[in-house]
């Protein structure tokens, strides 16, 4: 996935300024916490705030900036729930992805909650509250599905598409290999930089699929009128965690409660429904 590269140095990146902190604005808030607060400094940084961290180069369907600027994903709306659980309100602190393990150890915010893949590396200098599966899809067209069900033979003398760089080329071609070692047909394997162009490849029928991030194909499917949809369950399946700070177990405990709380009152699968997540859920 995109992530791959970006990930790997994260921990072992030197604490790294964040850019500055910025709250969404009043109409893109929190909702409203009913009650007192959950949780208080120091197991907070600032008494009736959750400071979460967030990748500055995000990307849809977790964290992006809409037309106006304003800070919306699924990671977004995420948070935004976690923190009224807890009676909090949510104040995002943008910075790149490498600077925000340092960040949160450096005590600028109590939570990340950015795509962040749970590791044994990570696991071993900050504490994790699983809320959402990354994985690899294939998308077909939905006029023409090319007779597609996974990541199987069926690919086998196939045109795909993959992103140049990404997890799905090297399946892909694990993929090719196998139809080939079969008597079969290799994948006609192709790259390319953009997820939106390979789409567009896909639905006049260039390509027979595109393989790409699960979260990111059920995005284009469900918010921006892809005429694609998913074939196969998504594969390849790691965790992404809420991250706190090693040993601050009343905000993990705390955070762990409220998304537990927001799976039991639905809050948590209408919020995968609405950006094309659904078959991402930890609860599943």
Request: glycine share 8%; aromatic share 4%.
């Amino acid at each position: 996935m995109r992530r791959v590269a970006l990930i790997s140095g994260a921990v072992l990146a030197s604490a790294a300024a964040l850019v500055s902190g910025c709250s969404s604005p009043d109409s893109h808030e929190s909702p409203a916490a009913s009650g007192p607060p959950k949780v208080s400094p120091p197991a907070v940084q600032q008494a009736g705030t959750l400071k979460v961290c967030i990748d500055n180069d995000g990307a849809p369907p977790g964290v992006y900036h809409d037309e106006s600027g304003a800070l919306i994903g699924s990671e977004i709306d995420l948070a935004k729930n976690v923190a009224a659980q807890l009676n909090l309100k949510a104040q995002f602190v943008e910075s790149s992805f490498a600077a925000m393990i340092p960040g949160l150890q450096a005590k600028q915010c109590d939570v990340i909650m950015a795509s962040l893949y749970i590791k044994p590396e990570r696991e071993a200098i900050v504490d994790f509250v699983p809320y959402l599966y990354s994985g690899t899809g294939i998308a077909v067209s939905k006029e023409h599905p090319a007779a597609i069900t996974g990541m199987d033979d069926s690919l086998c003398g196939k045109k795909v598409m993959v992103i140049v760089g990404t997890t799905a080329e090297s399946l892909a071609r694990e993929q090719s290999t196998k139809c080939t070692a079969g008597g079969r047909s290799a994948v006609d394997v192709n790259l390319n930089s953009r997820p939106d162009v390979s789409i567009q490849q896909v639905q006049n029928g260039q390509m027979d699929a595109l393989i790409d991030a699960a979260e990111t194909l059920g995005y284009y499917a469900t918010k921006t009128g892809a005429q694609i949809r998913m074939v196969g369950a998504p594969f390849g399946k790691i965790q992404i965690g809420a991250a706190t700070l090693k040993g601050n177990t009343p905000l993990h405990d705390a955070v762990a409660q409220a998304i537990t709380a927001l799976e039991n009152d639905g809050t948590y699968a209408k919020t995968l429904d609405k950006w094309g997540q659904a078959d991402l859920s930890i609860a599943k």
